[in-house]
């Protein structure tokens, strides 16, 4: 079933993001970590992958036993970059085998040690691309696309940004998850803007609780978001003070509140960023979902 037909289902609702680790070995863990969130009762689950589809195949796997072994509603991370058109047609072709319906289209990013592809070259250059030929060939696919409430960190505005929402939109997406954030009104105006502009689609916010200062500090790096100075000088205080423990405690107590917040003003549903820190997201989420 499509992702977007379940909206009204459970309202508001959860949904997670997991990511596979590089080596099966690692999997059984995985997998006990996603059966203890499962009690939840997440109304999808993403699956992402690793640059340039490097992880692909375990993507593959992963979704397939999320829907035939836990009865989980999987959304697979797609992306475009250096893929080819047949790449794709194959990677649909098997999602499509197992029963799994949805996907989410992005562009993505190159490995770093592959060199930098001409648009020329590419069957795919924008993750629109991805949504209209998704949308064509398999129209009764589910299709997710990404938003970046404060700009994805290429586009030369805001109102550009907004732009290349609406064309992945009017392509054929279904609804947007959006890039993490720590200040609920950067999202408030993202939906804002987006609505004047005439986008109807659903907007769901996207939560990455702060688990530890070296890894947020990453993220940020690579997607463009900030973070309040307020917050991060907290963070650092409580570093040095109680170390990783009392950084995690900050995190999760704020990303809470941004929950919290978001749900009183009536969003459709909160999409976790879990790191797959099963007992982490399960405190963060208690009496709340």
Sequence with gaps: MRIV???????PFISLEFFPPKEQVDWPVFFRSVEKLRSINPLFVSVTYGAGG???????DIVTRLKRDLSLEPMAHLTCVGATEAGILAFLKELR??????????RGDPPQDQ????SAERDFTYASDLVSFVRKRYPEMGIGVAGYPEGHPEASCLEADLDALRIKLDAGGDFVVTQLFFDNGHYWDFVGRARAAGVKKPIIP???PIFSLKVIRKVLSLCGASIPADLMAELEESNRLGGADAVQALGMEYARGQIK???EKGVPGIH????NRDEACLRLLEGIF
């Design 206 to 208: 996207g939560i990455m």
């Design 261 to 263: 917040g978001l749900l």
């Design 272 to 275: 976790l960023y879990t790191l």
């Design 115 to 118: 060199p930098v592809v001409t």
């Design 54 to 60: 490097s992880t692909q195949s375990h993507t593959l």
């Design 97 to 106: 085998s197992v029963g799994v319906d949805n996907i989410l289209a992005l």
């Design 5 to 11: 037909e379940l909206f009204e289902r459970d309202k």
